[in-house]
Nanobody, 123 residues
Framework: QGQLVESGGGLVQAGGSLRLSCAAS????????MAWFRQAPGKEREFVAA????????NYADSVKGRFTISRDNAKNTVYLQMNSLKPEDTAVYYC????????????????WGQGTQVTVSS
């Protein structure tokens, strides 16, 4: 797996929506578990959502369940994060990550990271 490049971040009002994308280079995208993490200023990086290699299994942090949806398109080497009903506490830099192993909520379980995209939710 090569480079991961996130896009789609921005400024949105509370209650609004954003869709993040993460484009991966390389020919082995489908062999990687993919995940989104986020990091707010002064806080540790935290797990948001993960999706299995085939896309058949997903898991979410409790704080985003019912509001965020992770998906992937292996033909396009891209993973997405649809974020609805955004709250000010969702403000953070969002990172895409890839793991050769099964999904984990620990950042240490991921082998590749993108550079991050800023999401800011105003109240």
């Amino acid at each position: 797996q090569g480079q991961l490049v996130e896009s789609g971040g921005g400024l949105v009002q509370a209650g609004g929506s954003l869709r993040l994308s993460c484009a991966a280079s390389g020919r082995t995208f489908s062999m990687y578990t993919m995940a989104w993490f986020r990091q707010a200023p002064g806080k540790e990086r935290e797990f948001v959502a993960a999706i299995s290699r085939s896309g058949g299994s997903t898991n979410y942090a409790d704080s985003v369940k019912g509001r965020f949806t992770i998906s992937r398109d292996n033909a396009k080497n891209t993973v997405y994060l649809q974020m609805n009903s955004l709250k000010p506490e969702d403000t953070a830099v969002y990172y895409c990550a890839a793991a050769r192993s099964a999904a984990t909520m620990s950042p240490g379980g991921y082998d590749y990271w993108g550079q991050g995209t800023q999401v800011t939710v105003s109240s």
